[in-house]
């Protein structure tokens, strides 16, 4: 149970749907509020919507942002301050009995992960498109969605435990990051991390279980979904910011990873749009 003081401002939710024992939330936090230490009794998985924040754990604070996917074991202490301006997230909280079809991720569950951008944000993207159609196949479809986030997690953690994660692989990841738009190449990003090109093509795959040019995809991708979902800027503009030649490609790419349109994604979480 989470006590809060009365003179904070309370969290809103603003839609909920429950299906085969887990419960998938969208709610909103305003500026200025906070929630206290507490827990959950089973696993959590969070993504970030809108804003930003900060998550206090034992040993660490993890500062989320848009994209900001993350697993909280059950029963691990956190508290949250949301002092960045308004938050808006999914939230989605696994009943602690609930076991079929979780038996191989027991361990993925177990242990605190959180990431930003690439294949687990755009598979929360999913997920929340389908979170937000009202239609029969909708929940079939988000439970489909949670097995391959956190099968995604699974792999992402198996790479990284064969080759140790080195700080270049790390590195590297970072700069696609900080610029999704930038048109990279592998000699300058080699250059930039202070390894051999065949080397950072081959220890990237391994560490982060794709390519270069597929993780900043993905990464665009992103990118361009947030916008999609937060401004009402036109989808040529769009595809310009997020690095695309032009919006055929733009709409291509979109439609090919994220199974819907541009349009019809922005639509799905805009209706008034």
């Known amino acids: 149970m989470i006590r809060r003081p009365t003179d904070t401002p309370a969290p809103r939710t603003l839609r ?3 299906i085969n024992g887990m419960t998938l939330t969208e709610g909103t936090h305003p500026s200025g509020s906070s929630l206290p230490w507490h827990d959950h009794g089973g696993p959590t998985l969070c993504f970030v919507l809108e804003g930003a924040f900060a998550e ?12 900001t996917f993350k697993i909280t074991p059950a029963g691990e202490r956190h508290w ?16 602690p009995d609930r076991r079929t079809g979780l038996e191989p991720f027991a361990r993925v569950l177990a242990r605190a ?14 997920l929340y498109a389908e979170f937000r159609t009202e239609d029969e196949a909708a929940a079939l479809a988000m439970e489909g969605l949670l097995l391959e986030l956190l099968a995604s997690v699974s792999r992402s953690r198996d790479a990284s435990a064969a080759t140790g994660a080195p700080a270049w ?29 065949a080397t950072l093509a081959r220890g990237f795959r391994r560490v982060h279980g794709c390519s270069l040019g597929q993780m900043q995809r993905r990464l665009r991708l ?12 036109p989808l ?3 595809a310009q910011q997020a690095g695309f030649f032009d919006q055929s490609h733009f709409t291509n790419t979109f439609r090919r990873h994220l199974g819907t349109s541009p349009l019809q994604y922005r639509r799905t979480l805009r209706p008034s749009s």
């Open 16 to 18: 909920r749907v429950r």
């Open 56 to 67: 206090y754990v034992r040993g660490g604070v993890i500062d989320c942002r848009p994209s």
């Open 80 to 95: 949250n301050r949301f002092h960045l301006g308004d938050v808006r997230g999914l939230l989605v909280e696994i009943d």
């Open 113 to 126: 992960h959180h990431s930003e951008g690439g294949a687990e944000s755009l598979l929360a993207r999913r």
């Open 169 to 197: 692989a790390r590195r590297a990841l970072t700069l696609l990051q900080d610029a999704p738009a930038h048109r990279h190449s592998l000699a300058t990003v080699a250059a930039e991390v202070g390894v051999h090109p």
């Open 222 to 233: 992103d990118f361009a979904a947030h916008q999609l979902s937060a401004t009402d800027q």
């Open 236 to 238: 040529a503009d769009i």
